[in-house]
């Protein structure tokens, strides 16, 4: 459709939905990858614990979790800069690739050491993926479907969390398969995926192109290093006698906080309201919702005795909430602030996670477990689409790429650190059934309900509508 008025050049108007004719298979490419990584990331948190027992590494269990989050780090923020220098095209072909060798890598891997490699060079790229995508999304998409973009990647989860954690199973159960396939399977549909995407974005090659003028920002490269080992040494304390293993810790912790001043946006460190608390909240609560995602298929198996594929089922019920909770805010749209969708989000974050940690201090009946985590899953719907919706519209075309990447940096430290520091209390404190995880990652979403007023930009802050 085309608006004309006298005197004046025909004006394309802007896409109504994200399914218009000129969006169309970006719009199906990129859900496309985000169900390919929703059923890899939701397949590996069900099948950890077999593949952690056959390459005898169970002590390595939580390292391979936070490797690939610590790893990324690094991948972000090299792609983030070279996608505001070169725009997002070659930047996520080169990100996907990187994924894709470390997937080879995993399935193929010996040892669990090796395994733990794969999931590094995995973390990478995989991470890294997702800023060109935003970039994409706030370059080629009108503000106005900002919300419904989001929440249509939210829904991609909803396939895999109904049957990804079965299949995963089923994969790491059945004879002559194994949980190799998880890794290597994944292939074979990425790059079809990828190529739906390629038209529409060569003709909005325009809209994609980078500023050659942006620099080369070495010394965030170095920091990005810095605090990637340095959470690796929170998780690689744990191995170390007591009272080593804490000097190490919070000195690798206070590390990562001086790593990260330079990698997220001026005044997070002291959460300063509205984009700078987007980031900070956005890695809190995605580290109390994702340690605790991990642990929690491994109680079900080794405290309730479910099979792999029953306990990933666990995650199915979050997976959909969380879609649902994700359509909810994409139709509300501007009716449901950002602050206020993360106020809502991060109370019903809190509850249920007391609910899990109920649940395994006092050997609650599974279906507890099963509730809670559906309620937490649309807790997160509802406030992570806004996390990414907030700081697009708070940053400058010259640094959506720096911003997207910061977010997606805060996330993968928050989650790499919260996974670490609840090995090490749960090792130190040797409590029963995973009390202490699950502690643990209450006090860091009771943390993120505190802060999470802050989103409301300073400039908005008498606004209470």
Do not use: K
């Not at 920002?217 to 929170?234: C, D, I, K, N, Q």
Request: aromatic share 8%; proline share 6%; with cysteine.
């Amino acid at each position: 459709m085309r608006h004309e008025s006298p005197g004046s050049e025909a004006v394309p108007s802007e896409p109504a939905t994200i399914m218009a004719p000129s969006l169309r298979w970006l719009t199906v490419g990129m859900v496309a990858l985000i169900v390919i990584a929703a059923f890899e990331s939701l397949a590996v948190t069900t099948v950890m614990p077999g593949i952690a027992a056959e390459l005898d590494g169970e002590e390595l269990f939580a390292l391979a979790f936070a490797v690939p989050f610590a790893a990324g780090v690094v991948g972000m923020v090299v792609i983030g800069n070279w996608t505001d220098r070169r725009g997002p095209v070659v930047p996520l072909i080169v990100a996907g690739s990187v994924f894709a060798v470390g997937l080879v890598i995993a399935g193929l891997a010996p040892t669990m050491e090796v395994f733990v490699l794969g999931r590094l060079v995995h973390g990478l790229g995989g991470a890294a993926v997702t800023v060109p995508i935003y970039v994409i999304v706030a370059r080629v998409y009108p503000p106005t479907l900002h919300p419904r973009i989001f929440a249509a990647f939210a829904a991609a989860w909803v396939v895999p969390s109904i049957i990804g954690p079965a299949i995963a199973g089923a994969i790491a159960d059945a004879e002559g398969i194994g949980w190799r396939w998880v890794f290597l399977g994944v292939l074979v549909i990425t790059v079809p995926a990828a190529f739906l995407m390629a038209a529409p974005l060569f003709r909005a090659r325009d809209a994609v192109a980078g500023d050659p003028s942006v620099p080369w920002s070495r010394s965030r490269f170095g920091w990005a290093l810095v605090a990637a080992v340095a959470a690796l040494g929170v998780s690689l304390s744990e191995e170390l006698a007591a009272p080593w293993r804490w000097v190490v810790a919070l000195a690798s912790i206070a590390l990562v906080v001086v790593a990260a001043r330079p990698l997220l946006p001026a005044g997070a460190l002291r959460v300063a309201r509205g984009l700078p608390a987007a980031v900070v909240l956005r890695m809190l609560v995605a580290g109390a919702f994702f340690a605790t995602e991990l642990y929690l298929p491994y109680l079900l198996q080794s405290e309730y005795e479910l099979t792999p594929a029953l306990s990933g089922v666990v995650l199915t019920g979050a997976g959909i909430s969380w879609a649902a909770g994700s359509w909810l805010q994409g139709r509300l749209g501007a009716r449901l602030t950002n602050a206020r969708a993360v106020a809502i989000g991060t109370a019903t974050l809190l509850a249920a996670l007391v609910a899990v940690l109920a649940t395994a201090a006092f050997a609650l009946p599974v279906w507890c477990a099963f509730a809670a985590w559906t309620v937490a899953g649309a807790g997160m719907g509802l406030m992570y689409p806004r996390f990414t919706v907030s700081v697009l519209e708070l940053s400058p075309v010259s640094a959506q790429g720096f911003n997207s990447s910061a977010l997606t940096i805060g996330e993968s430290l928050g989650v790499s650190v919260s996974i670490s520091v609840t090995a090490l209390v749960a090792g130190a404190l040797a409590f029963d059934a995973f009390t202490a995880e699950f502690a643990v990652t209450v006090l860091v979403a009771l943390v993120a309900l505190l802060l999470a007023a802050r989103m409301r930009p300073a400039a908005s802050a008498s606004d209470r509508g």
